[in-house]
Every structure is written in structure tokens, then in C-alpha cells.
């Protein structure tokens, strides 16, 4: 860290945000209400069409498609309701089809966070009739899409630029989950891993403040009780349970990878088939259809068998039922192409393990296993530990458990980003070729000043030079051979006795001024007499902005309280900023070395040294001209 003395630095700020903020935060609470309207909206149409397909009525109340009673006819129904959720995809939207968080990604990054208008209709119908007719999907992807649809929509109306569409956009998806499981804090969660790719006040407000408000209002429309109740633990976990948890999670790794790779897998053998994408659903469909048949309860959402498990039920034959019928009937649909979400149907199967490894495990609650590795699946497979932690908190409101979910998510998250290149989530964007990093660091052009890399040493004219001092410039550098023309230097300044910028040459007009017929001629009428500049405390990332905006290489740097030049900054010296970000990842050194004994003189004196080194860096009033400046401008010179 610098210490920064001069008046300039009152531009530079801890955070980029400004009144618009403000503004994005109102029309969030409006995405806010949206993203839970339309949560309750979807809900009930699931509610209706599983009414409609398996028991013949009309009703929009809670029905379970895994206690029907119709027994080998039940098979056709996934196979109808992919038929017509294909004819939707061909005719109404393709942007339906799959399970709505790439969609979401791939909109805020590669679209402009523009979704068209019909999406917000046609994917919750075509979400309902798949999960209604039996598909074992969620109901929170397509929620999450459906409440980014709401929010871009929104964000359209307005004129706003692409980075607010987004914000909107993403405050939409979180105020859907936050809806959908009535989980406002692992909604704002989930935006920050996995859709706002940044972490600045700009987005973040407005987002929480979305995820509260159709938090808030879901209380009102469907209740305040959690979403799957759950004994409190009031007992301490012991200590020995927690590498058991590691354990879990590393389990729960390995899961979500063959879940990962299912999904992969069924989608090439989907797109290998003969005839068009249309008719992957329903075929998809018979899969599960025949699943249903064997283990009726994977159909659907399968919240009743989520409760079970947390209720405590051990039966072996619910993990077969879990891990195998629910694993082969998920993956193969999703593979298909249809429409639906993936949250629930992990954590059904994450549960399904966890009801496994309770029987060999230390009993710690009633459904603890379960809700571990739930949570440690969802962690692995999509890449957001932290969400997949507190969402398991507030699903059950059960925070005794707090400690091994932190460690089985960590364990399962650790394990997938090492042994895969890409998640569940990413695989289809990066088969269209869009390549993303899930990782959030500073960037170094915003921790780099100007004044750490201009050029402090460099040639510069009087603003009453003459072509005929431009014509000895030539003769020197011509004297000089391929050395001169190889100089870093490309822009030349013109500057008044006191120092200040007067313009801006560059190398091929001082060229051409030097081979000028009038010798006399002024050198400033053909300055660029109101360059762009930067100050020597901007950033980096200023410096390059203005260079990309200007379409030039070279700036000179300018103090703005009084206008001096300071020196040159080149494109090349943004790359400096670049190579320091890379030798803090790469160069490793020993900082200390133990010696006996350990607080001798010779350890005190190091210490002192390097607590001297504060003084000794830190710059002196205006003087930007250093030794280490100078020797390293003359040796590039020489």
C-alpha cells in the first residue's frame, strides 16, 4: 500500500458504486415481488398439471405423483408431457429447454442480460407439465429463469447499461429461489457464486434486496414454516463426528461427479439419435416412466421423500430407490433436453447417501446424514459451498448442524474443482464455446497507480520548438541506428517553461515535421493541442479505459492541480501490473528460517529492518522522480 498525500487521490475510493445504485435497488424491489409471484404462480401450475395427469382433476392443491394408483398406465404420462414440452421448445422458445441456470449465466455474460418476453410465459408452463406428468425434476431452475425473464424485462424498459440489465436480471433468479424455499440469504448467495460473476456494492444491494422482499411476501402467500421441517439440534456435535463429515463430503464429491458426468453422458446419446431434438423428451420419458414404475416416490419433485429422510427413516430400500432409479431417471431426462431444475433432485440423492452412510455412522440426530450430504452433493456438483451450507440451514432452520455442513461442503467443493474441469452448470456453455473463470480476484490494473510505472525520464520539447529542432531530433536518432528507432519512447510532450502540457506529438508526425521545408515553423500548430491524460494516482485500470477509448498506446501524465507533466505511460507498462499479479501467484521464497534461540538478536534485527522499509517506500511530497526511476528509464534508453 502507498501512502497518498496529494488532493488527486480524493478520486480514487474503496468502491465503485454511485446514486444509480439507488434507483436499481427500487426497481428491485419490484423484480423482488415479481421473482415470488411468480414462484407461487409456478408452483401452482405443477400443483395443477400433476392433478391433471395422475389423478384426473382439477385442483391446484399439493398432489404426489409417486402415490398414484394407476398403475402400468402411469408409464405413458412423462412420455405425453415431453412430447408437448418438445412442442414447446421447437415452437415457442428453445431457450426453455434444460434447467434454466446456464440459460440465466450465459444471459448475463454473453446476451446483455436481454431475454425475450416469452420465456417468462412459456418456460413455467412447460416447467409444470415435466414435473406434473412425472418428471423427476425441481421447480427452483426454472424459477430462478423464469425470475430473471421478469427482472431483464424490467431492466429493458429502461434506459440502462448492460452491467445494470444484469444486476436486475440476477435480482430476479435470487428473488425466485429465495421464493421458491423461502432462503433469502442462500438466494443472495447463490448470486454471487454463481451468477453476478463480481462481488461490488453496485450489484450486491439491489440483489439482497430483491431475495428479502420475495422473501418477505412468500410469508404472506405460502406461510413462514421452513420447507422441511426438521428436529432442532440443541446437542453439541462432537468433535470426533467431524472428520466423519470430511468424509461425508468427500462421498458426496465423488457422487456429484458421476451425477455430473450422467448428465454428459445421456446428452451425447441424445444428440447422436436420427430424428429432430423435439422428440427428446418423450423419449426421455419412457425412462422415466419405467422408473416410476419400479420406485414410484422418484417421481416428481420428490419433496415427501426429502422429509422422510430428515424425519429419520432408514429403509435400504429407499436408498436403492434414491441412488439408483432417482440417479438413472434424472440424468437421462435431464440429458434429453426437457424442461426442469436440478436443486431438488440432488438433494434427494445427496440424501439418499447420507441415508447410507447413517447406518454405518455415529448417530447424531434423527436425518443429520442425510441433510449433510444434501448439502454436500449440491455443493460438489454446482460449485457453491457456501450456498449449498446455509441453504441447508434454511430449509430445516436447523443451525445446530452448521459445523460438519461447512466441512462436507468444503470437502465436496475441493474435490470437484480438482478433479473436474467444469461443472454441471458450465459443461453446456462451454460446448458452445464460451469459456468461463469462476474465480474472483482483484484485478491488479485496480491496485497499480499510474505513478508506479510511467516513464519519468523521456525526452521532451519547449512549446516554441521549431521544425528545425524536429530535424535535429531525426539527425540524432538517425545517428543512432536501429538503438534510437528501438527507443520506448513514441509520444513526445510539449511543454511551457513552468513544465505544464501545452500537446502532444507523435513519433511520425515529429518525423514529418522534421523533414518540413519551413525550419521555422511551430511544432505546437501540429500538436495535439488537448491531449488525454491521466494523473499520476489514477489506476491502471483508468489508463487503459482511456487508452481504448481514445484508440491510443501512449498518455502522457499530467498533475492535475496545477497541470504539470509527470512522465509517460505506455501500453507496454500496464503489462507490468500483470507480471507483479503473476509473481505473487508463482515466485516462492522462505521469509523466515527458525533459529534457537528463537528470539535472538540477530531475528529482532530483521524484524526492525523490515519495518523500516514503510519509511523508506513511501514517496516524498511531489517528487515522483526517483533513483530506481531513473536507472531503470536510463537503462532502457542505453
Request: charged share 15%; hydrophobic share 50%; with cysteine.
Amino acid at each position: 500500500m502507498t501512502k497518498q498525500k496529494n488532493a488527486e487521490d480524493s478520486s480514487l475510493r474503496d468502491y465503485s458504486a454511485d446514486s444509480r445504485m439507488v434507483m436499481l435497488s427500487g426497481l428491485a424491489v419490484i423484480a423482488g415481488a415479481a421473482g415470488a409471484g411468480l414462484s407461487w404462480v409456478l408452483l401452482r401450475l405443477i400443483f395443477l398439471a400433476t392433478n391433471a395427469f395422475y389423478y384426473h382433476r382439477w385442483s391446484a392443491a399439493f398432489a404426489d405423483p409417486g402415490a398414484n394408483t394407476l398403475g402400468w398406465k402411469a408409464v405413458f404420462l412423462p412420455v405425453i408431457g415431453g412430447l408437448v414440452v418438445g412442442l414447446f421448445a421447437r415452437y415457442g422458445s428453445d431457450r426453455i429447454r434444460g434447467h434454466g441456470m446456464p440459460e440465466a449465466i450465459e444471459a448475463v455474460l454473453m446476451r446483455g442480460a436481454k431475454i425475450s418476453p416469452r420465456i417468462t410465459v412459456i418456460k413455467p408452463v412447460a416447467t409444470a407439465i415435466a414435473i406434473g406428468s412425472g418428471g423427476p425434476f425441481g421447480a427452483e431452475g426454472p424459477i430462478i429463469m423464469t425470475g430473471g425473464a421478469a427482472g431483464s424485462l424490467l431492466a429493458q424498459l429502461f434506459r440502462m447499461s448492460d452491467a445494470e440489465r444484469s444486476t436486475l436480471l440476477v435480482a430476479g433468479a435470487a428473488a425466485g429461489m429465495s421464493a421458491t424455499f423461502l432462503a433469502p440469504l442462500s438466494a443472495i448467495l447463490l448470486a454471487v457464486e454463481l451468477l453476478l460473476f463480481e462481488w461490488r456494492p453496485r450489484s450486491l444491494v439491489p440483489v439482497a434486496v430483491a431475495s428479502v422482499t420475495a422473501a418477505a411476501l412468500r410469508r404472506l402467500l405460502l406461510g413462514s414454516f421452513p420447507v422441511f421441517p426438521m428436529a432442532v439440534t440443541t446437542v453439541t456435535i462432537p468433535e470426533k463426528t467431524m472428520p466423519l463429515a470430511i468424509v461425508a463430503g468427500l462421498l458426496a464429491g465423488l457422487l456429484a461427479i458421476v451425477l455430473t458426468k450422467g448428465v454428459h453422458f445421456f446428452e451425447e446419446m441424445f444428440e447422436k439419435l436420427p430424428f429432430h431434438w423435439m422428440w427428446w423428451p418423450a423419449v426421455g420419458g419412457i425412462g422415466i416412466g419405467l422408473g416410476g414404475l419400479i420406485y414410484p416416490p422418484a417421481l416428481g419433485v420428490g419433496y415427501p421423500v426429502i422429509q422422510r429422510m430428515l424425519n429419520g427413516e432408514m429403509a435400504w430400500g429407499m436408498v436403492f430407490g434414491v441412488l439408483v432409479v432417482k440417479s438413472l431417471m434424472w440424468t437421462s431426462s435431464l440429458g434429453s433436453g426437457t424442461s426442469g431444475g436440478i436443486l431438488a433432485p440432488q438433494l434427494m440423492i445427496g440424501g439418499g447417501l447420507g441415508v447410507a452412510l447413517a447406518h454405518f455412522f455415529p448417530v447424531l440426530v434423527p436425518g443429520a446424514w442425510p441433510l449433510i450430504c444434501m448439502a454436500a452433493v449440491l455443493a460438489g456438483s454446482i460449485g457453491v459451498p457456501l450456498t449449498a451450507a446455509v441453504l441447508a440451514v434454511e430449509l430445516t432452520h436447523n443451525s445446530g448442524l452448521s459445523l460438519p455442513l461447512l466441512l462436507a461442503c468444503m470437502s465436496a467443493y475441493g474435490l470437484n474443482v480438482l478433479l473436474q474441469k467444469r461443472s454441471i452448470l458450465t459443461e453446456r456453455l462451454a460446448k458452445r464455446g464460451y469459456h468461463l473463470v469462476r474465480e474472483y480476484s482483484v484485478d491488479p490494473m485496480e491496485t497499480t497507480t499510474v505513478r508506479e510505472v510511467m516513464h519519468t525520464s523521456l525526452f521532451a520539447l519547449p512549446e516554441n520548438a521549431t521544425h528545425k529542432d524536429a530535424a535535429a531530433w531525426f539527425a540524432s536518432m538517425q545517428a543512432r541506428g536501429s538503438k534510437g528507432w528501438s527507443h520506448w519512447q513514441r509520444l513526445f510532450p510539449l511543454v511551457d517553461a513552468e513544465g505544464k502540457l501545452a500537446g502532444v506529438l507523435t513519433r511520425g508526425k515529429l518525423i514529418e515535421a522534421a523533414q518540413h521545408i519551413d525550419a521555422e515553423g511551430s511544432l505546437l500548430t501540429e500538436a495535439v493541442k488537448t491531449p488525454v491524460y491521466v494523473a499520476p494516482y489514477d489506476t491502471l485500470r483508468v489508463a487503459v479505459t482511456e487508452m481504448g477509448k481514445n484508440n491510443v498506446t501512449a498518455l502522457p501524465v499530467v498533475r492535475t492541480s496545477d497541470g504539470k507533466l509527470m512522465g509517460l505511460i505506455q501500453i507496454a507498462d500496464l503489462l507490468q501490473a500483470r507480471t507483479k499479479a503473476g509473481l505473487r501467484e508463482t515466485e516462492r521464497e522462505r521469509v523466515m528460517r527458525p533459529r534457537w534461540p528463537f528470539a535472538g538478536s540477530r531475528q529482532a534485527e530483521a524484524v526492525a529492518g523490515i519495518a523500516e522499509l514503510d519509511g523508506d517506500l513511501a514517496p516524498g511530497g511531489d517528487n515522483l522522480i526517483t533513483n530506481r526511476g531513473f536507472r531503470e528509464t536510463e537503462n532502457q534508453s542505453n
